[in-house]
């Protein structure tokens, strides 16, 4: 029975760590600030073009001026948009929409509660090893088992969520906003080889490549 809690317990933990922790260390070491009126105006308007809605908003103060960073934290009803102040500043309306689209989507297809449970199902399994409930052979196949089934869901997630961006905003204007900041960072969207089959996360250049397809099919 205690093992069968201190079980749960890890993976209650291991979930919450995925889930709310960027959050958390967002709001305690980031430099962040509330928007001004007009960034607030600008940014309900953009949200409501992309279908982005969220509990709060955060502008993320940067020392580097073409820093360009959107992403939403924390579980639902809880959920906060980070962004720097350049995606304001400096980024074209279009692209600022395909950014916040592409991030709705994976509001709306749960991507980050199915990262998180990914993980804790794994943690799971791994201490369930280390106490010695499973047996160490069947615990390692079903790590493995459970590792590739969480490759490929989530990259199915991912490009639903890319899909619903798609519905929301046009295909095009998601796959350019991807490749806009891209080229603002200095780096080329890369596609995938046999070492990105172990990861959650399709290559970007895969996700513009699907995008484009979509919008040629359209």
């Given at each position: 029975m205690l093992t069968a809690a201190f079980l749960l317990g890890v993976v209650v933990i291991a979930f919450l760590a995925v889930e709310i922790g960027p959050l958390y260390a967002a709001d305690r070491f980031r430099d962040l600030r509330e928007p001004t009126d007009p960034e607030r105006a600008a940014l309900d308007e953009l949200r409501r073009e992309a279908g982005l809605g969220v509990d709060r908003v955060a502008i993320v103060a940067t020392s580097a001026p073409n820093s360009i960073?959107?992403?939403?934290?924390?579980?639902?009803?809880?959920?906060?948009?980070?962004?720097?102040?350049?995606?304001?500043?400096?980024?074209?309306?279009?692209?600022?929409?395909?950014l916040l689209a592409a991030e709705a989507g994976r509001v709306e297809t749960y991507y980050g509660e199915f990262r998180a449970l990914a993980v804790a199902v794994v943690v799971g399994i791994l201490a369930a090893i280390v106490t010695a409930t499973v047996a160490f052979d069947a615990g390692f196949l079903s790590l493995v088992a459970v590792g590739m089934a969480s490759f490929w869901v989530g990259r199915r997630v991912q490009y639903a969520a890319d899909d619903r961006a798609a519905d929301a905003v046009g295909a095009d204007r998601v796959a350019d906003a991807f490749e806009r900041v891209a080229e603002r960072r200095g780096v080329e969207p890369e596609t995938g080889d046999w070492s990105t089959w172990f990861e959650v996360q399709p290559p970007l250049g895969d996700r513009i490549a699907a995008l484009r397809r979509r919008a040629d099919g359209d």
């Open positions: 960073d959107v992403s939403v934290e924390g579980p639902p009803r809880r959920r906060v948009l980070f962004l720097t102040e350049s995606v304001l500043a400096d980024l074209e309306e279009d692209v600022a929409v395909g």
